[in-house]
C-alpha cells in the first residue's frame, strides 16, 4: 500500500481520536458512575470505536478507493467531501447525545428510544434547558466537526486508476480490512453491544461502548431473539407465568386501590430505613405498611416501569416493550383483570397527552379513563417543561377518586422529580435541598403526597382504599458512593390500608415491580387466573428478582452481607454453586417464556394454555 494511501487514512485517525474524547467526556461528566474506568477500558473503548468507523465509513471507502478510469476523479471527489462530512456529523451527534442524556438513563441509547426522543413533545420543551447546561458539549461538537473537515480538505487527493493492478490489490485489502474491523473479528458471529460486557466490567460497559454502536445494533431490530434452553415440560416445571391467585382474606371485598407511582424516587433519597431520606411523610406511611426496604425496578426508565407495575411485563430487551410492535399484542394489566370483580380504573398523569404513550399502553391494559394535562381543568398549574404541578394534579385526583363509584382501581403517576427539576414558588423556601437538584424536587413531591393524603383521609372512600407507593426507577445522581448496582435499582415499595392488618415483611425479602400485581390480587382476595412474570409476596415459591442490563440477566439476592447478585449471559462458561446454578436455571426459563411469549403473542392466560 503507497504512502499517499496511507495519508488519506489521516481524517479517520482524527475521527478515532474526537470519539475517545467523547468518551472521556462522558466518563469525566459521569465521574461517580465510572469510580474504576481505568486505562484498559479506554483502549477497549477505542476498539470499538474502531469498529464503529469501519461500519459507518464502509460508503467513504468504497467511494474512496474503488479505481476508477481518471476522467472520474473529480466527480469522486466532489461526492466524497459530502459523505465524510454527514458521515462524521451522524457519529458525533450520537454520541455527543448520550454525554448529555446518559446521567439520565445510565444506559447507551437504542435506535428505538432515540427515535422515540426526536419524535416525542417533551424533548423540544426541554431543549432550551440541555443548551442551556451543556453549552460546552455543543462547542466541543462544533469545534470537532470543524477540525476534522479541515483535516481532511489537506489531504491532497490521489487518483485511484482503473488500470493499476496495484490500487486493486490495496482496494481488495482495505475493503477486507474493513469487513473484518466491523465486524470486530474473526469469530463466527459479529460483535455486538453483550461483547462489551465481556471485554470490561458490566459498570464500565456502558462507557466501552459508544452510541453509534449501540445504534446501528439496535436499529433494524424486529424483537426478541427466541430462546430455547428447555423443552416444553421441563420449561413450565421450572416456571410458568400462568399463575393462580391465593387470595388472602386480609381485606374486604370491594377493596379499593389507590397505586400511586413516584418519579424517581430511588431508595438513595426516600425510605424510612433511607441514609438520607428527604422524603418524612411518605416515610411516616411507609412505617405503617407491607414496605419492603430491598425492592428493586426492573427498569431503569418510566415507560418500561408503568407495564412493569401495572402488567407484570418486565424489561428484559432492548426495545421499551410500550414502543416495540409487541405493545399491539394481547396482554393483560390490573385494570382488565379487576373489571371482572366490577372495579371502575383511572390513569392520572400531568404530561401532555400522548407522553411517553402511556394513554395508548394504558387503554390497551385496560384503564377506562385517562387524566392528562388535556383533562385538567387549570392549565396556569402548567409547570412549563413537564406538566401539571403535582401537588395540584394529586388534589384533583382526589377529588374525581370521591365522584368514582366503588371499587375502583385508580393510579397516579407524580412527574416533578425529573429534570429539570422545577419546584413551585410556594414550596421553594419550604424543601429539603440535599447534594443533588433531585433531592430538593423529592422533598416537594412529599410535601404534595402531605397535601393529597389530608384531603384523602377527609373522604368517604379512604378507609376502604388500599394504597400501593412504588418508585418507577432510580433517579440520575453524580454521586460516586451511589453507583453500585445495587443502588442503581433499589427503591421503596409499600402496601398500605388504613385497618393496620397487612403483615410486616421480614427484613432481606427482596421484591420487584412485577411482583406487584400478584400481591395485589392476592391482598383484595381476588379468585382468577392470570399471566404475570412476577410472584406474589405470599407464594412460596418465589422466583427470582432479576433485570438484564446489556444482555445480562441479573438476579438480586439477600445475605447477612447485603444484596448479592447473580450474573449469566450465553458466553458465561464458568463453573458455579449449586445454589447459583438454580437461581441461573430459573432466570433462563423465565427470560425463554418472555421471549416466546412475546413472539408468538401469548401474554394471556387464555393464549398461553391455546398453544401449548
Known sequence: MNRSILKSFKPLAWVWLCLSMYRVMLVVSNSKKFPEFYLKDYVIGAWFDLITIALFFFPFLILSYFPLPNSWEKVRTWIKIPVFYLTSFSIFVFNAWDVAYFSYTAKRTSFDYFVYMLTNTETSSLAGDFILEFWWLI????????????????????????????????????LGSSILIGRGG????????????????????????????????????????????????????????????????????????????LESFGTMYCGPNSPESYTPFLDSILGKSMFFEDAIANSRTSMDAVPSVVSSIPAYTNESFILSSYSSNQF????????????????????????????????????????????????????????????????????EMSHFKSPFFSMIFTLSSHHPYTIPTEFKAKVKKGPEPLCATISYVD??????????????????????????????????????LNWTYRIPIGFYHASMNLPKVPKGKVFQQIDILPTVLDLLGIKSTYYAFGTSYFNPNSMPK??????????????????????????MKQKRSSHEQKIIEQMKAMYQHYT???ISNQLTPEASKSNR
Not at 196 to 211: C, F, H, K, Q
Not at 452 to 471: D, E, G, I, N, R
Not at 546 to 571: R, S
Open 596 to 598: 416466546h411469549d412475546l
Open 332 to 399: 393483560q394489566g390490573l385494570p382488565s383483570i379487576l373489571k371482572k370483580d366490577g372495579y371502575f380504573s383511572a390513569f392520572f398523569h400531568g404530561a401532555n397527552n400522548g407522553s411517553m404513550r402511556f394513554d395508548g399502553f394504558t387503554s390497551a391494559a385496560g384503564f377506562d379513563r385517562y387524566y392528562g394535562r388535556n383533562e385538567y381543568p387549570n392549565d396556569a398549574h402548567f409547570d412549563g417543561n413537564w406538566g401539571i404541578e403535582d401537588h395540584h394534579m394529586l388534589s384533583f385526583a382526589a377529588d
Open 186 to 261: 474473526f469469530q463466527l458471529k459479529p460483535i455486538g453491544i453483550i461483547e462489551a460486557t465481556n471485554y470490561s466490567s458490566l459498570e464500565n460497559a456502558p462507557a466501552v461502548l459508544n452510541t453509534a454502536f449501540t445504534l446501528v445494533k439496535t436499529w433494524n431490530m424486529k424483537g426478541v431473539e427466541e430462546k430455547h434452553y428447555f423443552d416444553e415440560t421441563q420449561l413450565n416445571t421450572i416456571f410458568n407465568p400462568v399463575q393462580e391467585t391465593n387470595p388472602q382474606r386480609l381485606l374486604p371485598k370491594g377493596t379499593n386501590v389507590c397505586f400511586i407511582l
Open 139 to 174: 462547542l466541543f461538537f462544533v469545534l470537532s466537526l470543524w477540525f476534522i473537515g479541515r483535516s481532511f480538505l489537506k489531504v491532497k487527493s490521489t487518483p485511484v486508476l482503473w488500470n493499476d493492478k496495484k490500487q486493486w490489490a490495496s482496494f481488495v485489502l482495505i
Open 546 to 571: 432479576m433485570v438484564c442490563e446489556q444482555g445480562n440477566l441479573i438476579n438480586f439476592d439477600m445475605t447477612n452481607h447485603g444484596f448479592m447478585n447473580t450474573v449469566w449471559n450465553e458466553n
Open 447 to 484: 410535601m404534595a403526597l402531605r397535601e393529597f393524603w389530608v384531603k384523602a383521609q377527609k373522604q368517604a372512600w379512604f378507609k376502604h382504599t388500599l394504597f400501593v407507593f412504588c418508585a418507577d426507577h432510580v433517579g440520575p445522581t453524580q454521586r460516586r458512593d451511589r453507583h453500585s
